[in-house]
C-alpha cells in the first residue's frame, strides 16, 4: 500500500452533487482494480467553478469528474481541452498532467459505446433529440463512427443549428436541422434515435410519429426506472438503450483514462442497479 499522503485522489464536482452515482461507482471499480485511489464528492456553485478548479490543481488532485451545468462553466479554466471538448463546449472529466489541467468530453463516446452493443452507428442515420454539451459531443462521436447522416432537433434552434453546421464542417457526415414541434415526425431514414433530454417527465417530450420496432433508442438520462421516451420506444417494439447502460460505459471510460484500467461494465451497471434501488 502506498502512503496515504501520496494517493491519487479522485472527484465528482456536481451542482446538485447529492444523487449522483459517480463516487459509488468509482469506489467500486477502484477496489476491484485493487489500486490506491480514493474518490470525494464536492458540490460547487456554477459561480465559483473558477475557485473549485483552481482548488483542484491546487491540491493536487488527479482530476475531477464534473456533472450538470458545471461542464459548461468549466471549460475556460483548463488549461488544454481535447477536440471533443472544444467541439462540444462543455468538459465532463479533468485529468491532471504536466502541463496543466486537460479537459475531456466523454459523454457522447459512451452513448456511442453503448450504441456498439447493438447496432453498428455506421449502418443508420440518427435522429438526437436536445442541445448542449453532451448533444453536441454524441453528433461528434456518431460523426467519428461514420454515421451516413445526424438529424438534429432541439427546442432552442439555434442549438441544433450550431451543432449542424460543425458536424457539417467536419467534412465527413451529413447533418440536417429537423424543427422543433409539439409532434415529431421521424424521418424514414432514421434508424437510431439518441434522446439527451431532461429527465423531467413526458410532458417535456415532444410526440413522435414513426417510431418502429426495426429502430435502437437511447435516453441519456440516468433515471431509477424505465424514462418516459424509453416506455414509449418499448411499447413501439424498439430495442432500448436506458441511462444506465449508458452511464456505465461513460464511467469505465473515465476509469481507464485515470488509471489505465477498464472496469467491467456489467459491473458498473450493477453497481447503478444497487445505487438507484437503494
Same mark, same amino acid.
Given at each position: 500500500?502506498t502512503?496515504?499522503?501520496?494517493? !491519487?485522489?479522485?472527484?465528482?464536482?456536481?451542482?446538485? +452533487?447529492?444523487?449522483?452515482? /459517480?463516487q459509488?461507482?468509482?469506489?467500486r471499480?477502484?477496489?476491484? +482494480?485493487?489500486?490506491?485511489?480514493r474518490?470525494?464528492?464536492f458540490?460547487?456553485?456554477?459561480?465559483?467553478?473558477?475557485?473549485?478548479?483552481?482548488?483542484?490543481? &491546487?491540491?493536487?488532485l488527479?482530476?475531477?469528474i464534473?456533472?450538470?451545468?458545471?461542464? !459548461?462553466?468549466?471549460?475556460? %479554466?483548463?488549461?488544454?481541452?481535447?477536440?471533443a /471538448?472544444?467541439? =462540444?463546449?462543455?468538459? =465532463?472529466?479533468?485529468?491532471r498532467?504536466? !502541463?496543466?489541467?486537460?479537459?475531456?468530453?466523454?459523454?457522447g463516446?459512451?452513448?456511442?459505446?453503448? *450504441?456498439?452493443? %447493438?447496432?453498428?452507428?455506421? =449502418?443508420?442515420?440518427? *435522429?438526437?433529440?436536445?442541445?448542449?454539451p453532451a448533444?453536441?459531443?454524441?453528433?461528434?462521436?456518431l460523426?467519428?463512427a @461514420?454515421?451516413?447522416?445526424?438529424?438534429?432537433?432541439?427546442?432552442?434552434?439555434?442549438? +441544433?443549428e450550431?451543432?449542424?453546421?460543425?458536424?457539417?464542417?467536419?467534412?465527413? &457526415?451529413? +447533418?440536417?436541422? *429537423? $424543427?422543433?414541434?409539439?409532434?415529431?415526425?421521424?424521418?424514414? #431514414?432514421?434508424?437510431?434515435?439518441v434522446?439527451?433530454? $431532461? #429527465? @423531467?417527465?413526458?410532458e =417535456? *417530450? $415532444?410526440?413522435?410519429?414513426?417510431?418502429?420496432?426495426?429502430?435502437?433508442?437511447?435516453?441519456?438520462?440516468?433515471? $431509477?426506472?424505465?424514462?418516459?421516451f424509453?416506455?414509449l420506444?418499448?411499447a413501439?417494439?424498439a430495442?432500448?438503450?436506458?441511462?444506465?447502460?449508458? %452511464?456505465?460505459?461513460?464511467?469505465?471510460?473515465?476509469?481507464?483514462?485515470?488509471?489505465?484500467?477498464?472496469p467491467?461494465?456489467?459491473?458498473?451497471r !450493477? &453497481?447503478?442497479?444497487?445505487?438507484?434501488?437503494?
Amino acid at each position: 500500500m502506498t502512503s496515504p499522503a501520496l494517493q !491519487e485522489i479522485v472527484a465528482l464536482l456536481g451542482c446538485p +452533487a447529492a444523487g449522483n452515482p /459517480a463516487q459509488y461507482l468509482f469506489e467500486r471499480a477502484i477496489e476491484a +482494480a485493487g489500486i490506491d485511489w480514493r474518490f470525494v464528492t464536492f458540490d460547487v456553485a456554477p459561480a465559483r467553478i473558477g475557485e473549485a478548479i483552481a482548488g483542484v490543481s &491546487a491540491l493536487g488532485l488527479r482530476g475531477c469528474i464534473l456533472a450538470g451545468p458545471l461542464q !459548461e462553466a468549466a471549460a475556460p %479554466h483548463m488549461a488544454t481541452l481535447t477536440p471533443a /471538448a472544444t467541439f =462540444s463546449g462543455g468538459v =465532463s472529466l479533468v485529468d491532471r498532467q504536466p !502541463e496543466g489541467l486537460v479537459g475531456h468530453m466523454t459523454d457522447g463516446r459512451g452513448v456511442v459505446e453503448a *450504441l456498439r452493443s %447493438h447496432i453498428d452507428p455506421a =449502418s443508420a442515420h440518427v *435522429l438526437i433529440l436536445g442541445g448542449g454539451p453532451a448533444a453536441r459531443a454524441t453528433a461528434l462521436e456518431l460523426a467519428l463512427a @461514420r454515421c451516413p447522416g445526424i438529424v438534429v432537433c432541439d427546442s432552442q434552434a439555434d442549438r +441544433a443549428e450550431a451543432t449542424v453546421a460543425a458536424i457539417n464542417g467536419l467534412g465527413d &457526415a451529413v +447533418a440536417a436541422m *429537423l $424543427p422543433w414541434e409539439v409532434t415529431l415526425e421521424i424521418p424514414a #431514414a432514421v434508424g437510431i434515435i439518441v434522446s439527451v433530454l $431532461p #429527465a @423531467r417527465g413526458s410532458e =417535456s *417530450l $415532444p410526440g413522435l410519429i414513426g417510431l418502429r420496432g426495426d429502430m435502437v433508442v437511447a435516453d441519456l438520462p440516468l433515471v $431509477p426506472r424505465p424514462s418516459p421516451f424509453i416506455s414509449l420506444a418499448t411499447a413501439a417494439g424498439a430495442c432500448t438503450i436506458d441511462g444506465l447502460e449508458i %452511464h456505465a460505459e461513460k464511467t469505465a471510460i473515465d476509469f481507464q483514462a485515470w488509471t489505465g484500467v477498464t472496469p467491467d461494465t456489467d459491473m458498473l451497471r !450493477e &453497481a447503478l442497479d444497487e445505487f438507484l434501488d437503494a
